[in-house]
């Protein structure tokens, strides 16, 4: 029963009781190895399958186990040593190829591997190459100890024009050494037309010389191309193909959008659109740009125009959703990824099913960015659930891969296991979850009406007409919406209640229902952002952020700032927090968003008139950045999926 209620560690207890009175029953040892290296009790687990061997040494699962507890604890002489006695068992003919001996023999050679021994994990490859079935895995694990080893004679032969040994040099040469190699190496690319090259040449960019060396040449290839086709005037030979400046030009859009020129950048990769409006990457970078620029809805419209190109493309399409929901517009973006769900649910409910994780950590920023909170942090708890679904799912693996010999991807599992939070995911996931705890607990939500009287009581009579409109035509589309939604959601319901009861039977009983109000409303803000910060603090402590946010909790949940005890402070505070000075190293885009917002929302007290000096002074820094807009600046552009426009024009109609 303990165990059936994921109760792992009271199931051991009872495990452990029932041994005493039949210390050599199976059943029992079995089972409780499997608790044991489920709770990673590993000195425990080493016993139990010492045990399971005593008493059944003709099983291959019991020597299998019994390596695999060495292996785990990372006594690797003694796994390599007993896998070498369990093989010497096995009768196999040389040229036969078995799949079970196969994988043992890979097993072996990752032990020798990982303890550090790569010459005789090498020799043990090319002594049983032929009775490995997965050759790719082979090929792969031979380079990887043949490089480590430093032995490249083969390499060289059989690999005599690899694009690596091209490249690797440009990471150390420099002068004219450095632009003699970047030449050759650009031209060969440019000519073929690669994409990619700017991305292959992105780690040079740490280096402000190699950097303006790349300009000199790419800006030199195209005034060259556009006059006489070729790279340099002087060059001899045929003529390079118009594609060749296209991909300049395309390579010249990246290289000003890394260095901070966004409107040199759009110039470049305006000019290629012109001459080729069918090319996707096109599209891709001139969204990249705005992007970086600040300006994420201009970014969503083209990487619609992207999209629109191939709509059959599934990367496109979820690259384009990801920017609709970066630009907050949630319900584009959920019919941008509806094209490639299950027909009969909601995109939304399909994509939290399959553990589409990219989607609600943007989903999750998105509202919160829009300030609702309770929905923000039902993504999180979602994403959240999934690690806790991962991690329970592996139990039915600790029987199943020692069955079927799959030792490999099993001690992989294990690890990825123990480490699993440290996924960027669940980070991205946490980090939203802990501001919005810290901004509840700051702000705590109130009646929402009392809200919105205190907004209005300041605005003047045209602003207000202009909000009852605004709230009218909302009101109208929220009508039309909601009956959608109760119509898809009646079918929906049909569909998925034998589904849902089935998962819930599986998985041990129904979850709690994650509802937005109440997750919002929460009595404890501090201690339920402390839930998320826990896994980082153990697997994330090599990033600055963790530190911070451990900070910003248990600050609150002591002193408050030092301002608000001595209010003369605040004014040398808010001089340090709107310092733009060149010279400082994290003064980007997202920093000085992060300044202007918290100048807004009001923890630095009330600064109105720093916050709007602030957001001029941002402006001059990033013209295309929204953020920074002057307060009349409206942005009337709508983003449409695919140039469907048609829901614009009805509620302009209705309005009329």
Known sequence: MERSDKKYDEAIKCYRNALKWDKDNLQILRDLSLLQIQMRDLEGYRETRYQLLQLRPAQRASWIGYAIAYHLLEDYEMAAKILEEFRKTQQTSPDKVDYEYSELLLYQNQVLREAGLYREALEHLCTYEKQICDKLAVEETKANMLERLKIYEEAWTKYPRGLVPRRLPLNFLSGEKFKECLDRFLRMNFSKGCPPVFNTLRSLYRDKEKVAIVEELVVGYETSLKSCRLFNPNDDGKEEPPTTLLWVQYYLAQHYDKIGQPSIALEYINTAIESTPTLIELFLVKAKIYKHAGNIKEAARWMDEAQALDTADRFINSKCAKYMLKANLIKEAEEMCSKFTREGTSAVENLNEMQCMWFQTECAQAYKAMNKFGEALKKCHEIERHFIEITDDQFDFHTYCMRKITLRSYVDLLKLEDVLRQHPFYFKAAR?????????????????????????????????????????????????????????KEKQQRNQKKKKDDDDEEIGGPKEELIPEKLAKVETPLEEAIKFLTPLKNLVKNKIETHLFAFEIYFRKAAKMVYYLDSSSQKRAIELATTLDGSLNNRNLQTCMEVLEALCDGSLGDCKEAAEAYRANCHKLFPYALAFMPPGYEEDMKITVNGDSSAETEELANEI
């Open 432 to 488: 939203i979850a802990i501001e919005i705890y810290l901004k509840l607990h700051d702000n705590p939500l109130t009646d929402e009406n009392k809200e919105h009287e205190a907004d209005t009581a300041n605005m003047s009579d045209k602003e207000l007409k202009k909000l009852r409109n605004k709230q009218r035509r909302a009101q109208k589309k929220a009508q039309i919406e909601e009956e959608k939604k109760n119509a898809e």
